[in-house]
């Protein structure tokens, strides 16, 4: 996993704008019912973005992180990827989902573009996908199925092909990428190393995506986390660059 059971995201930069919080289910075009937390935000006129949680489904630390959207003037939407083999509830810090991830892995995209489709029918103009790990690949590739204004990837695995053949990085080399992509990594993750991050970035540089790669110095695979303090200025950094994106339309510095 991620991160450890009791932990949660690190707050965000602007607080105060946070509306409410509500649980309900939406339904994906196969018909399947899934789970999904949603934030309002007061702000008027505001971007959403679709959270697409880690291996452990809707956590609590995911519905925080909503929240923590909400706060900072986003309309967010956390999701639940299990509901065709787990059901629709909501998961807990005791949830086993190691016999689940395979079989959400080729329905994810379809979960992502009803909280796409959810967020437009609210109102929002301009929508984003992001993701941790499991949901930061799930993020990486929107790009390729859903009308989104960008994608951002916490440390979602770029260059590994997921049980249909594809990757990250497959896709983007092939130009099949519609929106912008911000990617976050941690220098010392041994899971997505150096090589397999400049892979990425070339292959979105071929592709012709707009996009920013970045690596953050000595941090491990899950350094976004309020419990990890001795990377509090990576977290902030990424705040600001995911605000900034979502904000702006576009993953670079103005």
Do not use: K, N
Request: charge should be negative.
């Amino acid at each position: 996993m991620c991160h450890e059971p009791d932990d949660f995201p690190p707050p965000a930069p602007a607080q105060g704008m946070l509306a409410g919080l509500r649980r309900h289910t939406l339904t994906a075009e196969d018909g399947a019912e899934f789970a999904v937390t949603a934030a309002a935000t007061t702000r008027q006129g505001a971007p959403g973005i679709v959270i697409v949680p880690d291996v452990r489904g809707l956590h609590p630390f995911y519905e925080r992180l909503a929240e923590q959207y909400a706060q900072s003037g986003v309309e967010a939407l956390a999701l639940d990827q299990y509901a065709r083999s787990a059901g629709t509830a909501w998961r807990d810090v005791a949830f086993e989902y190691g016999e689940f991830v395979a079989a959400s892995s080729g329905t994810v995209q379809m979960d992502v573009r009803a909280a796409v489709a959810a967020l437009r029918a609210a109102g929002v103009g301009r929508v984003f996908v992001t993701g941790f790990c499991f949901g930061g690949r799930a993020a990486l590739m929107a790009p390729a199925e859903q009308e989104i204004d960008g994608a951002i990837g916490f440390y979602g695995w770029p260059v590994t092909p997921g049980f249909d053949g594809a990757s990250p990085e497959s896709l983007a080399r092939a130009g099949s990428l519609r929106a912008p992509v911000l990617a976050l990594f941690g220098e010392a993750d041994p899971g997505i190393p150096e090589p397999d991050r400049a892979r990425y970035a070339e292959a979105l540089a071929a592709g012709g995506v707009a996009h920013e790669v970045m690596t953050y110095d000595a941090a491990p695979h899950s350094f976004f986390d309020r419990a990890q303090t001795v990377h509090a200025a990576h977290c902030a950094d990424a705040w600001g660059r995911v605000l900034r994106f979502v904000e702006s339309g576009s993953p670079l510095r103005a």
